[in-house]
């Protein structure tokens, strides 16, 4: 399940990034021209931060309970193809074992049989893997909401005009000052936040 949680990873970085939320109208005031320049750009400093989303999954634990419930159902859904398989192959040895004493109509209606019990089993493995990108799409949609969401209200709470969202896996963020990373405090109410909902 590296792979799940790899694709899981990139694409709620992927998300993120393209869902930086823009929040909070502040009323910006300015007396002189000289002075909403200064004021504009002090305020453009201020008010953009970042969250580093590599440590925001590692630590989230809603991130964390999803992962598990995604592979937990990779894993059934895997145990129950792979024992469907193993039938299937016991079938084949079967019938190969006792071809050569069957009689030809016989021989040719089981090897029919074994065709069509093949494309059954083919189809449920690609319904599987359907059934499971689903169940992942809608899970990272979740996840998602549940960050975008916090994050709007955090940065209104806060007055940032623009939450970032930072990563080594897809850098568009190449320096951000330590005191712009806002990564403990999001982790931690959003952590509070999943405890509550979980009761």
């Not at 990272?140 to 209200?153: E, M, R, S, V």
């Not at 930072?166 to 403990?184: E, W």
Request: net charge positive; aromatic share 8%.
């Amino acid at each position: 399940m590296k792979t799940t949680a790899s694709t899981l990873t990139k694409f709620t970085l992927g998300i993120l990034i393209a869902g930086s939320i823009a929040a909070c109208n502040q009323n910006k005031t300015a007396d002189k021209p000289a002075t909403a320049a200064t004021t504009a750009s002090s305020e453009v400093k201020e008010t953009i931060v970042y969250v580093n989303s590599d440590s925001l999954l590692n630590k989230y634990d809603y991130f964390k309970d999803m992962s598990k419930r995604l592979e937990d159902k990779g894993k059934a859904s895997q145990g129950d193809l792979q024992a469907k398989g193993q039938a299937f192959q016991r079938e084949v040895a079967e019938y190969q074992k006792n071809a050569a004493t069957l009689p030809a109509d016989q021989r040719q209606s089981t090897e029919q049989r074994l065709q069509r019990k093949q494309q059954e089993l083919q189809g449920y493995q690609q319904n599987a893997n359907a059934e499971f990108q689903n169940a992942q799409a809608t899970e990272n949609a979740k996840l998602y909401d549940k960050i975008a969401d916090f994050t709007k209200g955090y940065a209104k709470e806060k007055g940032y005009k623009l939450v970032l969202t930072y990563s080594k896996a897809n850098p568009t963020v190449l320096y951000g000052d330590h005191s712009l990373d806002v990564t403990a405090d999001v982790v931690k109410r959003l952590n509070e936040a999943y405890a509550k909902d979980k009761k």
